[in-house]
């Protein structure tokens, strides 16, 4: 299984699953909750709350497929009740109050309740792609709930297939990697009469330990720092690299790849340099990438927005929310400098850069009074050992994203899986932007192999 590799839609019947009038009513007269709404839930809650053109299909969702096997509609209405009794996030409707603000309504496990409703028959595969993304781009948003959409597709063996996209109001990455096996652990609870699961950590709470420390920030606060230094004489963060050949206020429509750029031989053996020479593999990674990333600049130094994954306490780890920011990170690669000594300039920026994981864009451009604007934005995961990862196989599960609007900007996200190393990626879709894509993926697969003398495999697939 090749979670790169976005499955197609099998043939067959399509429901989409919507909450019960029950639930709904409960939601209605549920009292607000005082906890607050993060920066960043704010600043998508007003978006999502502009009028949208009808023929409008850019929804930026994040989403997954799973293949849930021996369900019925009876224990998948189940499982998705277990799902949201787990995580208090995903029993959370948000309500616009009068002065623009959003309140939290949230309800009870008990009160939650999911139902099938019958889209369609399809029996040509094309078809039943599209009758599935219409609805997933139509329906996901965050002021309805739930803010995702469940769509399930049940084959003529039976099986029934989940496609499920989340509004990033309540949803980041790493949530979809997390949710693809929990899905598959409620299945079995579900089969067994289990009780409902016990709460984990409640994103909830950590919206309100950052807004605390959010509102005590001030534009004299050195956690602005990293922001205030990353922003170039407009006001804007550095564009992409000039190879790309993508210039700062292009609108292009973006592409999603998810290429194996190195195979499982030569990745265990890069782990394994790693581990010999106390080298962190997510800094290790990212130097890869970011030396492979000037290769072709005149300038040694490159500035990027880095992934922070802010699960800081334990009780986080196997929490479903938006836990995930950005902080600007400013590296001077050096060419000739030895991996080691590469990663450690990375791991000296990532220090500067963290201290400023606190303060979301928002608030870095509202308090600097800046217009930056994501250029380039780099990720490291190591799915190997994410919870749940042993059913993704057998699952067919996979991790994909709605559409976004055409813009100037690049995400990269190196991925570890058990196969190897991935480099996914969204970025504008042009002939010179994909070339220096794969040159950069040819150039990290260059490093990893100078450093361990682990050739990759040709015969290792390759997308």
Not at 145 to 153: K, L, M, N, R, Y
Not at 179 to 200: D, R, S
Not at 318 to 331: D, K, Y
Request: charged letters at 25%; glycine letters at 6%; a negative charge.
């Amino acid at each position: 299984m090749h979670p790169h590799r976005l499955t197609l839609v099998p043939a067959g019947d399509i429901h989409l699953w919507v909450p019960r009038s029950s639930t709904l009513r409960a939601f209605a007269t549920a009292p607000p909750d005082p906890r607050p709404v993060t920066p960043d839930q704010q600043r998508r809650l007003d978006i999502a709350s502009l009028p949208r053109h009808v023929d409008d299909e850019v929804n930026p969702w994040i989403g997954l497929r799973a293949t849930l096997h021996g369900a019925d509609f009876v224990s998948l209405a189940g499982t998705l009740r277990r799902f949201c009794a787990r995580h208090e996030s995903l029993r959370c409707m948000f309500v616009r109050r009068d002065d623009g603000s959003y309140e939290r309504r949230i309800v009870d496990a008990e009160l939650i309740g999911f139902q099938p409703r019958h889209v369609g028959h399809f029996a040509d595969p094309g078809e039943a792609f599209d009758a599935v993304m219409a609805e997933l781009d139509d329906l996901t948003g965050p002021l309805s709930w739930p803010a995702a959409t469940v769509i399930t597709v049940t084959d003529e063996n039976g099986d029934i297939t989940v496609f499920a996209a989340f509004d990033h109001v309540t949803f980041d990455g790493y949530s979809a990697y997390l949710t693809m096996g929990e899905l598959k652990l409620h299945l079995e609870a579900e089969l067994n009469h289990a009780p409902l699961p016990t709460p984990v950590g409640s994103y909830v709470d950590f919206a309100v330990e950052q807004r605390a420390i959010q509102d005590a920030i001030t534009v004299d606060s050195p956690a602005l720092e990293p922001w205030r230094r990353a922003a170039d004489a407009t006001g804007n963060l550095p564009g992409l690299p000039r190879g790309t050949g993508v210039r700062r206020g292009d609108l292009i429509q973006h592409r999603m790849r998810y290429p194996t750029f190195a195979g499982p031989r030569l990745s265990k053996a890069f782990h394994r340099w790693c581990e010999r020479n106390d080298v962190p593999p997510a800094l290790a990674f990212t130097a890869v990438l970011l030396r492979a990333m000037v290769a072709e600049e005149p300038d040694d130094r490159l500035t990027v927005l880095m992934s922070t994954h802010n699960r800081n306490r334990q009780e986080w780890h196997q929490a479903i929310g938006w836990f995930s920011g950005i902080v600007p990170m400013t590296v001077d690669m050096g060419r000739d400098l030895p991996l080691t000594e590469l990663a450690r300039r990375t791991a000296e920026a990532w220090q500067l850069a963290r201290t400023a994981e606190t303060i979301p864009l928002p608030l870095a451009n509202q308090l600097l009074g800046t217009t930056m604007r994501p250029a380039a934005v780099v990720s490291f995961l190591d799915s190997r050992h994410c919870p749940g990862r042993d059913g993704w196989e057998e699952m067919d599960s996979t991790v994909f994203l709605g559409e976004v609007e055409p813009s100037d900007e690049m995400h990269l996200w190196v991925n570890s899986m058990p196969y190897g190393t991935e480099l996914v990626h969204r970025t504008p879709d042009t002939p010179p932007c994909i070339e220096w894509l794969d040159r950069v993926m040819n150039r990290m697969r260059e490093q990893m192999v100078a450093v361990t003398r682990e050739v990759n495999d040709p015969t290792e697939a390759l997308a």
